[in-house]
């Protein structure tokens, strides 16, 4: 079957912008993960969701940042007013079951702020 | 505080020679231990996992890994590498704290295969 998509998978935005990032998971997966990697960095925490619920956001690193999970199957990550610092590729997971044990990665998205 | 160090950044390794990266965590409190493959421009994909039971975990691609508590290490090996396994590799850890869990990654490892 499908494995996890995330759209756009590149993306410029000029400081200051907003942009949203999305994640579609894999069907029937109750665990949804998004991370941060920097460049040569290993993945950071962000936020994880099990179904709609926002159960941990502690890893978001400002209040611009932002996510949601609406109806617990897709996902958006959101960063407002953008700065340089949020260049980075943004990586979605989904997991199975409700500590994600086994997480299916995506290709991530690679946002660079200009 | 809750830490994963790979210890080699990058490591060349010519094809058909053993290969072992090195995976050190440091917690207070029972882990739960992943090995992650990551080639260019792709997602990350899970190698081996060890969660409970046998300390040496048998994973895809021929690789394993051997948890041992009184070192808190999680070091994955091959005995012979193909040029195909050239990537990232990522150690991770989950763990719980304060009752929620934590996922916490390595910084990673350039595993370079040379014909």
């Known amino acids: 079957g499908a494995g996890v998509s995330q759209s756009p998978r590149y993306k410029v935005a000029k400081r200051g912008q907003d942009v949203a990032l999305r994640c579609d998971p894999i069907?029937?997966?109750?665990?949804l993960f998004w991370y941060q990697q920097a460049l040569g960095q290993g993945p950071e925490f962000l936020t994880y969701?099990?179904?709609?619920?926002?159960?941990?956001k502690s890893g978001l690193p400002s209040d611009r940042f932002f996510a949601e999970r609406p109806e617990g199957s897709v996902s958006t990550l959101k960063i407002q007013r953008t700065q340089q610092e949020d260049s980075a590729v943004y990586l979605c997971?989904?997991?199975?079951?409700?500590?994600?044990?086994?997480?299916?990665f995506g290709p991530g998205t690679r946002l660079l702020v200009l | 505080a809750q830490s994963v160090t790979q210890l080699d950044s990058q490591v060349p390794v010519f094809e058909e020679a053993p290969v072992e990266l090195r995976c050190n965590y440091s917690?207070?409190?029972?882990?739960?231990l992943f090995w992650y493959v990551q080639y260019p421009n792709q997602g990350l994909q899970l190698l081996l996992k060890?969660?409970?039971?046998?300390?040496l975990v048998k994973g895809i691609n021929g690789f394993e890994a051997e948890f041992n508590k009184s070192q808190t290490s999680f070091h994955l090996r091959k005995p012979s590498v193909h040029i195909s396994d050239t990537a990232e590799y990522f150690c991770?850890?989950?763990?719980?704290?304060?009752?929620?869990?934590?996922?916490?990654f390595g910084t990673g490892t350039r595993l370079k295969v040379l014909a």
């Open positions: 997971a989904s997991s199975l079951d409700q500590v994600g044990e086994t997480q299916y």
């Open positions: 069907s029937g997966h109750v665990s």
């Open positions: 969701f099990q179904n709609e619920a926002q159960l941990d």
């Open positions: 917690s207070s409190v029972s882990v739960y």
């Open positions: 060890y969660l409970s039971g046998s300390t």
């Open positions: 991770a850890v989950t763990m719980i704290i304060s009752g929620t869990y934590k996922y916490i």
